[in-house]
């Protein structure tokens, strides 16, 4: 096969996936995640089951990926980030999360079975920066292993993330990585 029929097929893949996450936002608007079906999505994108089954193994399938894909796409932004202080990283996640859930319709992504693990894939990338930005104003002397601050600083980082895009961005993005950075600034002076 050439290599313009490989570009050709990767382009039809492409859009069939699009059909079907497209698909899929739609119907999120239409009824509740767990009444959501592969033959539902089908036939909204239009698309066959087995074609469906091509790409993914069950609609939890499809969300998982979908989560992947966010995740991706923030570590992406995130490491390119110049980012000095963990209250302007708090900041671009925030931003990253509302801009991406409103554009793509992804709030549905919160409400799955699967949004645990979703919630556990953003408090590791917090966790990765968290700990590269406080790791010197940690006290060397702190009774307590540095690994376990920052996995609860993530954790309870991620949670309110969790609980600010269900509750539709009560806040601005500023207000909430305050009451964080100040909720971990505390954890960190405790330590002292």
């Known amino acids: 096969m050439s290599e ?7 382009g039809r893949v492409r859009y069939t996936k699009m059909r079907i996450r497209s698909a899929f936002y739609e119907l999120l608007h239409e ?6 079906t592969v033959t539902a999505i089908c036939e909204k994108a239009e698309i066959n089951r087995a074609t469906f089954y091509k790409h993914y193994l069950d609609v939890e399938d499809l969300v998982d ?5 966010t995740i ?3 570590a992406e ?3 390119s980030a110049t980012d000095t202080t963990a209250k302007d990283f708090i900041v671009d996640v925030l931003k990253y999360l509302k801009l991406h859930m409103e554009d793509n319709n992804n709030a549905g992504l919160f409400a799955s079975p699967t949004a645990s693990t979703f919630t556990a894939k953003i408090s590791r990338l917090i966790y990765l920066r968290f700990s590269t930005l406080l790791m010197p104003r940690i006290p060397d002397n702190a009774d307590m292993d540095k690994s ?12 309110i993330i969790d609980y600010w895009v269900k509750s539709g961005y009560k806040e601005n993005e500023e207000a909430i ?3 964080l950075t100040t909720l971990a600034s505390s954890t960190i002076n405790s330590l002292k």
């Open 4 to 10: 313009k029929n490989i570009k050709k097929e990767d």
């Open 31 to 36: 009824k509740s995640y767990d009444k959501i």
């Open 65 to 69: 990926k979908l989560q992947e894909e």
């Open 72 to 74: 991706n796409d923030l």
């Open 77 to 79: 932004k995130l490491n």
């Open 148 to 159: 376990i601050v920052f996995t609860y600083i993530a954790g309870g980082c991620a949670g």
């Open 177 to 179: 990585a305050a009451q």
